[in-house]
């Protein structure tokens, strides 16, 4: 049970920091490309 536990922890780990870093990644895309159309309508 354990050795079960240590196997099994890095790969939950692994996805708890895949999920926040797309999670990140996602929320910085939907700022930039926000900023971008500001930037873009602001010089039309």
């Known amino acids: 049970m ?3 536990v240590l196997l ?3 790969d939950v780990l ?4 895949m999920i ?5 990644y996602n929320l ?6 926000d ?4 930037t873009h309508a602001y010089y039309k």
């Open 8 to 10: 099994t922890f890095p």
């Open 28 to 33: 910085l895309s939907e700022r930039t490309e």
């Open 14 to 17: 692994y996805i708890i920091v």
């Open 2 to 4: 354990f050795s079960f």
């Open 20 to 24: 926040i870093w797309i999670c990140r």
């Open 35 to 38: 900023l971008t159309y500001r």
